[in-house]
């Protein structure tokens, strides 16, 4: 498909592709397969990918600012995440009292928060729910009710909150500032045929970009909402996007071939051009 590339992985695809985060220390592009579950690693110097097994279901990680590895949210909860070899050492478990829930997909902020959400495992339900782990390893329950909450993205100026809840087709706008966030307000209501929003970034000019699970493609939606343009992916169920290299002028997408086996690109990652910028992704502060 013109325009649109599948890195080379030696015939590996991820069951459910997530959790994309560009690393400027690293040179590198970290992403999750949940239901591998594993770690994925792609070194933009040489095209090198490295692929780390995990013990448990993992839907995103997050680099620290000022400390060596990563934040890494599991089925079982958040947790610091050391890799060569790999090391994991927990910081808690928001919802022990529902064990069939799990951590979802997150973002920072440019005060060093965390903002994760998290959704029963058989997306089945209103369980999930919204959290802030702020860096004194404190965490908080800012909103609820969320059957797949899913792509947090922060706008480039750090005042609004984009957020998700999947299996209804909406993406949520909050006000965001250093006391947290408030007035949550419907920002986008998927239509019928686009499929339903998934991962989500933004770019330098303030456009979000948004995955659409079941709908082949990423769109961009303008700062006020309205359709921008699609670009088609020749895989059915996209699940994130992320802006990374040193210009931030890549964009990497995400899939997922469960559910979509009988698909040759399903559960690849791609990369496209978006003819924009992206914007440098904040670090956790603990």
Same mark, same amino acid.
């Given at each position: 498909?013109?325009?649109? /590339?599948?890195?080379?992985?030696? &015939? ?9 985060? $560009?690393?400027?220390?690293? %040179?590198? *592009?970290? $992403?999750? !397969? ?17 692929? $780390? ?23 079982? &909860? ?21 064990? !069939? ?32 782990? !702020? ?25 609004? *909150?984009?957020?998700? !809840? ?13 006391? &947290? ?7 986008? #209501?998927?239509?019928?045929? $686009? ?9 330098? #000019? ?13 769109? /961009? ?37 469960? &559910? ?25 502060? %603990?």
């Amino acid at each position: 498909m013109s325009g649109v /590339r599948v890195i080379p992985r030696g &015939g590996e695809r991820d069951r459910l592709g997530e959790g994309l985060f $560009w690393s400027a220390r690293a %040179g590198a *592009l970290y $992403w999750t !397969d949940i239901l591998g579950p594993a770690l994925n690693r792609l070194s933009l110097a040489d095209g090198r990918v490295t692929r $780390w097994p995990m013990p448990d279901m993992i839907g995103w990680v997050i680099e620290r600012r000022d400390a060596p590895g990563l934040i890494a949210g599991f089925r079982s &909860g958040f947790a610091e995440l050391l890799l060569d070899p790999v090391r994991i050492t927990p910081i808690v478990d928001p919802e022990p009292d529902l064990p !069939d829930n799990r951590l979802n997909d997150a973002k920072a902020d440019a005060h060093g928060r965390i903002w994760a959400g998290t959704m029963p495992i058989g997306a089945d339900r209103p369980t999930g729910s919204l959290y802030r782990l !702020d860096p004194d390893r404190t965490t908080t329950r800012v909103d609820t009710g969320y059957t797949v909450a899913n792509g947090p993205a922060i706008s480039p100026g750090g005042d609004w *909150l984009y957020h998700t !809840d999947t299996v209804p087709g909406r993406v949520y706008r909050f006000a965001l500032d250093e006391a &947290g966030v408030r007035d949550r307000e419907l920002f986008i #209501q998927f239509q019928p045929g $686009w499929g339903r929003p998934d991962g989500m970034t933004v770019d330098a #000019q303030g456009g979000l970009w948004i995955a659409h699970w079941g709908g082949a493609r990423v769109s /961009r939606f303008t700062p006020d909402g309205a359709l921008d343009r699609s670009i088609a992916l020749p895989a059915s169920h996209i699940t994130n996007v992320c802006f990374a290299g040193e210009a931030y002028d890549r964009l990497f997408v995400t899939s997922a071939a469960e &559910g979509a086996e009988d698909e040759p690109h399903a559960g690849a990652l791609f990369e496209i051009d978006p003819g924009v910028h992206g914007v440098p992704p904040h670090l956790f502060g %603990g």
